[in-house]
């Protein structure tokens, strides 16, 4: 099953309203990584996080990697119609001696313009 | 830099029929990994291939092979096609052995009938 959970599943807000999704997993992870599918779309490298504590900013996103490396968030300050998509957490997870990614469900953002 | 491509973008096959995809990676990129993406269960890994060699797989059955050639392109392959195979197949390239940030085809819809 999944392990790597993210919450909420689904998110609709009002344009300028902000946005914030979360991502937890039951094993410390090495980084965590975020990635953006839009409608239609597929999903696009967005972030790479790999220190305790880390915080980074991309313009109006800001993302965090817990101090125990078992959680991260993304947080959208202001959201546009533009923000509009899924949000993918992803963590390697070692299996048989080798690292894979475990993607999260998601978070599905609907912005109300 | 050219980004990955996928082939076919959609395809449309018969219950028991065989299917094979296509990825060719970004230049310099020597490892690939397969997803199934469905609404219900959301990115799931396949298996990943790092100079030729399968080095990962995911919770699929038998039917799910793939293989990498020498110039790093990958195809896989489904046989004996169900119902539930239906899902977008996504292919992502990655630089080296550790689970680097994935860049993503666009994806081959395959619906099976």
Known sequence: ?113 | KAGVTQTPRYLIKTRGQQVTLSCSPISGHRSVSWYQQTPGQGLQFLFEYFSETQRNKGNFPGRFSGRQFSNSRSEMNVSTLELGDSALYLCASSMGQRTYEQYFGPGTRLTVT
């Open chain 1, 1 to 113: 099953g999944q392990q790597v959970m993210q919450i909420p599943q689904y998110q609709h807000v009002q344009e300028g309203e902000d946005f914030t999704t979360y991502c937890n997993s039951s094993t410390t992870l090495s980084n965590i990584q975020w990635y953006k599918q839009r409608p239609g779309g597929h999903p696009v490298f967005l972030i790479q996080l790999v220190k305790s504590g880390e915080v980074k900013k991309q313009k109006r996103l800001t993302f965090q990697f817990g101090e125990a490396k078992k959680n991260s968030s993304l947080h959208i300050t202001a959201t546009q119609t533009t923000d509009v998509g899924t949000y993918f957490c992803a963590g390697p997870k070692t299996q048989g001696g080798s690292e894979k990614l475990v993607f999260g469900k998601g978070t599905k953002l609907t912005v109300n313009p």
